[in-house]
């Protein structure tokens, strides 16, 4: 159609990977671990704050940043839990995190900007890079080296048009939580090249073996230049409502409001209660979530492990496991097409994360069942046994 305007016509088109694929098939009897998407429900207390907030009649326009009252919690828990010093006029409620990256990359790129996307990277920050008229830079990170951050990677791929660079800590699709040392140094290069670095934090709460989460934006100097990004998607399992939040310099705000505003208007007034009820709740709750993707965790890694030809590392945090394949002979995109078809188990190609990814698939724990997890497990040993062995 002639009239669509470029930013649709010439960029990327929208994918879902094996999402996608698996939609197609029409098939029924499919084990779902390839995408995202928690399978506990919403704990009760997040749910009866919403109901009773609609039945008293909090169904009417907000504040555009989101409720008062709700902020001033989040910036509680962003002090007590991010050490992020942080008032609620610097905090925005969105439609989720990817309502918030979007506000982000609209209010921060113009056409022709560059921003850099460690990669693997999570192919949704591209799409929304690409709307804005701005171009997608990668810095490959090294699959032998643990998915480090690696500065030398990032330097080489900035240029005169760079302006943001954008990190996911905890990593999706690596499941790596970076440590001090790694945040300081990408740090030490946002500060020292005058970057924006849009940091993404959904998996903040989902840690494991002793892992401590770091919030870029509370190291020396990030908070003026730190837009940071948090949801209850993945912590709460909230993913159906929709519900996030981002930090922001001061100076940002007027910026991000003027996209927030023109978008949505503002987040959904009751269920904004439910955030609060997520937020100021009892931590056993949350605790308790985190716990059965734990259990999750060691089953599938445990089990992935024991396949002849894959290797699984131990992801630190997420809900997914990045095992590497390779050993089977098989590309990515060839083990997840096979293993759907042969078997009716649904995982994503590492490759859909970027070249950086070949080798290995990315395995969601925290969609399915510990019973759907051996299932899993057991029909991937049977695919893989039945590989012929590749030639010498």
Not at 12 to 33: E, N, V
Not at 115 to 128: N, T, V
Request: proline share 5%; glycine share 8%.
């Amino acid at each position: 159609m002639k009239h669509l305007a470029r930013r649709i016509t010439q960029t990327s088109p929208k994918s879902f990977g094996m999402y996608a694929r698996a939609a197609q098939s029409g098939r029924d009897d499919l084990i779902h671990m390839e995408l995202g998407r928690p399978s506990a429900d919403t704990p009760a207390h997040i749910k009866e704050a919403t109901i009773r907030a609609l039945r008293d009649g909090e169904v009417h326009y907000s504040d555009l940043a989101g409720q008062p009252h709700l902020r001033a919690a989040l910036a509680d828990k962003l002090k007590t839990r991010n050490n992020m010093d942080v008032g609620p006029e610097r905090i925005i409620v969105t439609n989720g995190l990817t309502h918030g990256s979007y506000a982000a990359i609209m209010a921060f790129l113009d056409e022709g900007d560059e921003a850099i996307l460690l990669e693997p990277f999570y192919p949704q920050h591209i799409g929304k890079i690409e709307l804005a008229g701005a171009r997608p830079v990668l810095a490959r990170l090294d699959a032998a080296n643990d998915y480090r951050i690696d500065p030398a990677a990032i330097e080489a791929a900035i240029t005169e048009r760079t302006k943001m660079i954008v990190l996911i800590n905890p990593c999706n699709p690596t499941g790596r939580v970076y440590d001090r040392d790694e945040l300081e140094a990408l740090a030490e290069i946002a500060i020292r090249h005058d970057l924006i670095v849009m940091s993404d934090e959904v998996y903040e709460d989902i840690l494991y073996d002793g892992a401590q989460h770091l919030s870029i934006g509370a190291l020396p100097g990030m908070g003026e230049r730190t837009i940071s990004l948090f949801a209850f998607t993945k912590s709460y399992a909230m993913d159906g409502w929709r519900l996030g939040y981002m930090v922001a310099p001061a100076a940002a705000m007027d910026a991000l409001l003027k996209i927030t505003a023109n978008d949505v208007t503002h987040v959904n007034t009751f269920i904004q209660e439910g955030a609060l009820a997520a937020v100021t709740g009892d931590p056993a709750v949350l605790a308790g979530l985190i716990a059965e993707d734990a259990e999750k965790r060691q089953r599938l890694v445990g089990a992935l492990n024991q396949i002849p030809g894959i290797t699984c590392p131990w992801p630190q945090g997420t809900i997914y496991a990045f095992p590497d394949i390779s050993g089977t002979g098989l590309t990515a995109q060839a083990f997840a097409d096979r293993l759907m078809d042969e078997t009716g188990v649904v995982v994503e190609a590492g490759s859909f994360y970027g070249a950086a990814g070949e080798g290995h698939v990315r395995i969601c724990f925290g969609s399915v069942t510990l019973d759907e997890i051996d299932t899993a497990c057991a029909r991937i040993r049977a695919m893989v046994g039945a590989l012929q062995p590749t030639p010498a």
